[in-house]
């Protein structure tokens, strides 16, 4: 156990639809990162915020946004569906620069 | 946005073999991390790699943080049936960040899978 959580594991939506993923970090870990991993594409770089401000920006579509609450955890909101945001989306969270990530177990989210 | 050039994608080895996998980039980094990630999971943390040049070992496993900053190696001795799953390695912070150094940058990932 990593001790980053993530909700909900499952997620099965329609096209045009919007969810929230949420995610909440090891006890005293200001980073959040997100990422989205494809069959084809690995793990994608999507957005990372630190103690509540928006640090590093990866290929995050625009229908996609995230924030970090002041008790650190953090949420992921995508919206308008589509069938190719089908994928696994993971949090991970760290201390500090020179600490390791941790991440979660994922969101497997199925747009139908 | 930066990649990294991760080989070999895939491979098939007998259980006792031993295994190297790398990772290289046109850019420099600061830190390289090695993951695993066991089917239905979220990766799990290998090793992790702060200087250039330095060599760390975590039981059967050795990774290095090549000299040039640009690559970095990641060995499995005596490989076992659990070592199955996928290995990513992972850069972070250097040029290759855009000038942010919070970014972890992954390769595509190797697929090893061991034979018993």
């Known amino acids: 156990d990593s001790g980053v959580t993530q909700t909900p594991k499952h997620l099965i939506t329609a096209t045009g639809q919007r969810v929230t993923l949420r995610c909440s970090p090891r006890?005293?870990?200001?980073?959040v990162y997100w990422y989205q991993q494809s069959l084809d594409q690995g793990l994608q770089f999507l957005i990372q915020?630190?103690?509540?401000?928006?640090?590093a920006k990866g290929n995050i579509l625009e229908r996609f946004s995230a924030q970090q609450f002041p008790d650190l955890h953090s949420e992921l909101n995508l919206s308008s569906l589509e069938l190719g945001d089908s994928a696994l989306y993971f949090c991970?969270?760290?201390?500090?620069?020179?600490?390791?990530?941790?991440f979660g177990q994922g969101t497997r989210l199925t747009v139908v | 946005g930066q990649q990294l050039n991760q080989s070999p994608q895939s491979m098939f080895i007998q259980e006792g073999e031993d295994v190297s996998m790398n990772c290289t980039s046109s850019?420099?980094?600061?830190?390289w991390l090695w993951y695993k990630q066991d089917p239905g999971e979220g990766p799990v943390l290998l090793i992790a790699?702060?200087?250039?040049?330095e060599l760390t070992s975590n039981g059967r496993l050795t990774a290095q943080f090549g000299i040039t900053r640009k690559d970095s190696f990641l060995n499995i001795s005596a490989s076992i049936p659990s070592d199955v799953g996928i290995y990513f390695c992972?850069?972070?912070?250097?040029?290759?960040?855009?000038?942010?150094?919070?970014?972890?940058?992954f390769g595509k990932g190797t697929l090893l899978t061991v034979n018993p």
């Open positions: 915020y630190y103690n509540g401000e928006e640090r």
């Open positions: 991970a969270s760290r201390r500090s620069l020179n600490t390791e990530a941790f």
């Open positions: 006890s005293g870990d200001l980073s």
């Open positions: 850019s420099i980094f600061n830190t």
């Open positions: 992972a850069g972070q912070g250097g040029q290759s960040s855009g000038g942010s150094n919070y970014k972890l940058t």
């Open positions: 790699l702060y200087k250039a040049g």
